[in-house]
Nanobody, 121 residues
Framework: QVQLVESGGGLVQAGGSLRLSCAASGSIFSVGAMGWYRQAPGKQRELVASIISGGSTNYLDSVKGRFTISRDNAKNTVYLQMNSLEPEDTAVYYC???????????????WGQGSQVTVSS
């Protein structure tokens, strides 16, 4: 089994900062891409940022220059530093990780439990 546990969400005023963390654990042989999606009420889930094991990153246009994704490969953990937060960033944020299990199973995508981020104006 593979589990992803998120931490770090909360309530912040516009212009503030939050840092999300997501740690993958369990019977992991290898971790590939990791990242964050978000879903606001009444909207589709969208990819916010992703990072591969080598460190290359991709961002949603609306968060470029404000959000930074990073990872610690030794800890199988991905982070999302969110600065200059706007009310439009309010959503539930879900981390994901593409993992291969130690039992030589196929690569699969695993999800965190979701973290509420609320930005007040």
């Amino acid at each position: 089994q593979v589990q992803l546990v998120e931490s770090g969400g909360g309530l912040v005023q516009a212009g503030g900062s939050l840092r999300l963390s997501c740690a993958a654990s369990g019977s992991i042989f290898s971790v590939g891409a990791m990242g964050w999606y978000r879903q606001a009420p009444g909207k589709q889930r969208e990819l916010v940022a992703s990072i591969i094991s080598g460190g290359s990153t991709n961002y949603l246009d609306s968060v470029k220059g404000r959000f930074t994704i990073s990872r610690d490969n030794a800890k199988n953990t991905v982070y999302l530093q969110m600065n200059s937060l706007e009310p439009e960033d309010t959503a539930v944020y879900y981390c994901y990780a593409n993992c291969q299990r130690k039992d030589s199973g196929p690569w699969s995508t695993y999800w965190g439990q979701g973290s509420q981020v609320t930005v007040s104006s």
